[in-house]
Structures are given as C-alpha cells and as structure tokens.
C-alpha cells in the first residue's frame, strides 16, 4: 500500500472520530431543554476550550488526510499516463 493512501485513510479516520466524539460529548451533556450542564463555570470554560481545540485540530487533521488524498489520485493518474505513453511507442 502506498505511503500516501496509508496516511490519508488514518488521517481521515482520526479526524473524523475526533470530531464524532466531541459532538457526541456535546449531545449527552445536554438537557430535554437542549441546554448544556456543568457542575461549575470553571469547568464549562475548560471543557469548551478543550473541545474547540480538538475540533480544529480534527479539522485541520482531514484536510490533512484529504490533500493526501489528492496527492496519491495525482501520483497515480501520472503514473497511468507515463504507462499508456510508453505502451504506445
């Protein structure tokens, strides 16, 4: 397996389980009024700085994933065609 396809498909994998998991988090900590719920205001500004950090992270994570991506479709799409070409001389 290619280097490239290897660390896009993890990249990916990773940043989109990063940002389920802090919108899961967000989901059960509310109430039926669709409020959020903290124990204290310190912990409310941690917690919300903590996750908005993770989700930049995970963010910049996929687009990370998705460039390599585009960079393997590009290796291989060059390859193909230096291939068609030598076939045809």
């Known amino acids: 397996?290619?280097?490239a396809l290897f660390l896009s498909i993890v990249s990916?994998?990773?940043g989109f389980s990063l940002r389920y998991w802090i919108?899961?988090?967000k989901f059960y900590r509310r109430s039926p009024m669709g409020v959020e719920g903290f124990s204290s205001y310190e912990k409310a500004v941690v917690i919300t700085f903590f996750e908005?950090?993770?989700k930049w992270i995970?963010?910049?994570i996929i687009v990370f994933g998705l460039f390599m991506l585009w960079s393997y479709s590009n290796h291989t799409k060059n390859?193909?065609?230096i291939i068609q070409k030598e076939i045809k001389k």
């Open 12 to 14: 990916l994998l990773i």
């Open 23 to 25: 919108n899961r988090r």
């Open 79 to 81: 390859k193909n065609l």
């Open 1 to 3: 397996m290619n280097p």
């Open 58 to 60: 995970s963010f910049i």
């Open 52 to 54: 908005r950090v993770i």
